[in-house]
Each structure stands twice: as structure tokens, then as C-alpha cells.
């Protein structure tokens, strides 16, 4: 069965670099999701993607995110300058023609 | 915006006893309502999901019940099994194919051998 695959799995910055988390999301999926989770609590949105521009972004999402489809398997979410808050699991999702959200595996990211 | 809230956050019970996890919803017109089994460091997984048109729907242990005119939305789980132990998530979203979820705050299920 396809699955949402997401790279690296753990990533080590320190504050105020730059990190790019990548997923490759279901081959003929259309819809593409970023999503984080800080330790032990619940899962929040942070932006949806579709036709190649965003769709949805929460709060969460400021002017420190990017999001980029940059071929036609990527999907990459860019954190400009990262803050000790952003220590999080990152998982990306995808969805083809039905509502039903396909999550990655995550990337860990802590920021030092 | 929408609004989850998940209750118990924690719930311990014998193997083949039922779990019952509860969710309330703020927004009327959300209508797509999932549920995601997380184990430790894995990724959320699908495990059973109910649209507004539907006030009850089930696969094989796990059952989903829908009140839309109260807002809330319950998960059934029969027979329960220590592999069952997970946190379950409810989720809401307005449905369509490019809607954020909104996930509540988790349940902790522990199945006690």
C-alpha cells in the first residue's frame, strides 16, 4: 500500500538556521498537508497546498514558513529561522480525491 | 475557528471490556469527523471516520457515533485487545478534499492485560 514518506526522520538545528523538512506524498494525491506536534500534545494544522499554491495556513503559519512543490514529487516545508518553539514532530499528509488524510511518518525537529 | 474538545484524556481498561472516548465540536458546518490511532513515535492512522450524513457507522470493533444537532461524536471500541493500547484523536474539518483538521487533544487508552 503507497504510504506519505518524510525525510530526514530527526533533525538537530541550532536557533536561527535554516531547515527544509521533505515529503514525498502518495503518487496521485493532490492535496498536501504540513502538521506539527510538540511532545505529548495534540496535532495542529499548519498549512494545506493545492494546484501549486496554499490553500489554508493557520496562525502557526507566519512569514518564518514556506511551502514549495518544487517537482512532482516533493513537497517541502521551509522554517527560515528557526526558534526554540518550533521543536516539534513535523508530519506532512496527503489526500487524493477523497477527505480522508494519509500522515507521513514525521520529522523530529530540535532546535538548540 | 473550529473547536475540539476530546474527553477522557486518559483511560485505562481490562482486555475485553469497551472503551468509549468522547468528542464536542464548535463549528456546525464541520461534517467530516476522523479518528487516528497513534502509537509511540509512529505516525496517526486512520482507524475509522463518519460524515454528517451518517449518524452511526462501524468496522468490525470500532464503532463512530455522530449527534450533529449536540455536536459531539463518540469512538466505540468492543472486545478491547492490549494491541489497542494507542492515543486516539478526534478530528473535524468542513470537509472537501483541501480542509484542515482540527484535532482534539488526544486519549491515552491503555488495555490492561
Known amino acids: 500500500e503507497p504510504e506519505v514518506t518524510q525525510t530526514p526522520s530527526h533533525q538537530v538545528t541550532q536557533m536561527g538556521q535554516e531547515v527544509i523538512l521533505r515529503c514525498v506524498p502518495i503518487?496521485?494525491?493532490?492535496?498536501f498537508y504540513w502538521y506539527r506536534q510538540i511532545l505529548g500534545q495534540k496535532v495542529e494544522f499548519l498549512v494545506s497546498?493545492?494546484?501549486?499554491?496554499?490553500?489554508?495556513k493557520s496562525e502557526i503559519f507566519d512569514d518564518q514558513f514556506s511551502v514549495e512543490r518544487p517537482d512532482g514529487s516533493n513537497f517541502t516545508l521551509k522554517i527560515r529561522s528557526t526558534k526554540l518553539e518550533d521543536s516539534a514532530m513535523y508530519f506532512c499528509?496527503?489526500?487524493?480525491?477523497?477527505?480522508?488524510?494519509?500522515f507521513g511518518p514525521g520529522t523530529r525537529l530540535l532546535v538548540l | 475557528g473550529e473547536n475540539v474538545e476530546q474527553h477522557p484524556s486518559t483511560l485505562s481498561v481490562q482486555e475485553g471490556d469497551s472503551a468509549v472516548i468522547k468528542c464536542t465540536y464548535s463549528?456546525?458546518?464541520?461534517?467530516?469527523f476522523p479518528w487516528y490511532k497513534q502509537e509511540l513515535g509512529k505516525r496517526p492512522q486512520l482507524i475509522i471516520d463518519i460524515r454528517s450524513n451518517v449518524g452511526e457507522k462501524k468496522d468490525q470493533r470500532i464503532a463512530v457515533t455522530l449527534n450533529k444537532t449536540a455536536k459531539h461524536f463518540s469512538l466505540h471500541i468492543t472486545e478491547t485487545q492490549p494491541e489497542d493500547s494507542a492515543v486516539y484523536f478526534c478530528a473535524a474539518s468542513k470537509g472537501g478534499s483541501a480542509r484542515q483538521l482540527t484535532f482534539g487533544s488526544g486519549t491515552q487508552l491503555t488495555v490492561l492485560p
Open positions: 497546498f493545492y494546484n501549486n499554491e496554499i490553500s489554508e
Open positions: 499528509a496527503s489526500t487524493g480525491q477523497g477527505e480522508t488524510q494519509y
Open positions: 503518487s496521485n494525491h493532490l492535496y
Open positions: 463549528d456546525s458546518a464541520s461534517n467530516y
